[in-house]
């Protein structure tokens, strides 16, 4: 089946697939993204189907589809407390770059270099490796991208379920006890979920062939990493820039857990090799 997929033009196959379900998005009476946000994810669906292929676009939908249900995890608790996402966890433009810029500029950077229109420096040789460069490159870009989404579900899934199940929530840099929905603050419940939401993508990551089984071990620490330092940055920083919104902290965030990947992948190549 996939080969026959993958022996279509992916422009075809993408632009058809992506028409027919925003068609279908459009007109569910439950709306996951607004009519912006909508198109948004068609443009962005496309450009990781002719990029990454059936297997990259795996990995994008899986987050939409559990970070969209768990957003909406005690839904009406959230909204009676006033910590519940805006439009009842509709999608705008900026949550979908927000959560996918990072990812996006990964898979970009996978369609240039298999496109030959790029060909990597020696700097970007893994160490003591026989691979060549644009592999070595390719594959971390493809862990980057796995890493991005690992990073943002395990984010969203720890916030939504702490807001809506965690029993004590703490501020991440002074341990003090403060409201469920605090910027900044953590929960046992909420930092289980989002390590378990983490696992599970990196999986399907796995499982379509982006990554290797070491992969998946990156993606999760990267993501624990990530998640961490995005819980201290709305503790310390996001009140006090105002441009320091929800959805720039979340590409800072899927910034970091993509980098953090890449950088615990590349490190442990240098000391095996």
Known sequence: MSSLIDSVNP??????????????????????????????????????WVTLGWQGYAVVMFYFLVGSGVTRI????????????KRSGARGPENVWGSA??????????????????????????????????????????????????????????SEVGKAYGKSTFLIT???PVPRGTEGAISLEGTLAGIVASVAIAFVGWAVGLIDLLGVAWCVLAA?????????????????????TNE?????????????AV???????????
Do not use: R
Not at 12 to 33: D, E, F, R, S
Not at 263 to 273: D, E, G, H, P, R
């Open 74 to 85: 005690g839904m009406a608790q959230k909204e009676a407390e006033g910590i519940a996402e």
């Open 11 to 48: 422009w075809l196959v993408a632009v058809g697939l992506n028409t027919i379900l925003l068609g279908l998005a459009w007109i569910v009476p439950k709306k996951l993204l607004t009519p912006a946000g909508l198109f948004h994810a068609w443009f962005l669906s496309i450009l990781i």
């Open 248 to 260: 720039v902290v979340n590409i800072f965030n899927t910034l970091i857990g993509a980098i953090a």
């Open 101 to 158: 810029l990072t990812g996006a500029l990964c898979a970009l950077g996978v369609g240039i270099i298999n496109s030959g229109f790029f060909v990597p420096s020696s700097q970007f040789l893994v160490p003591n490796t026989s691979a060549t460069l644009s592999t070595s490159l390719q594959s971390l870009l493809l862990l980057g991208y796995v890493a991005s989404f690992s990073t943002k579900l395990a984010d969203t899934t720890a």
């Open 174 to 176: 002074t341990l003090q």
């Open 224 to 244: 624990f990493i990530a998640t961490n330092l995005e819980s201290v940055i709305g503790a310390t920083l996001q009140s006090k820039y105002t441009w320091l």
């Open 263 to 273: 950088l615990l992948a590349w490190t442990w190549i240098s000391i095996i090799k």
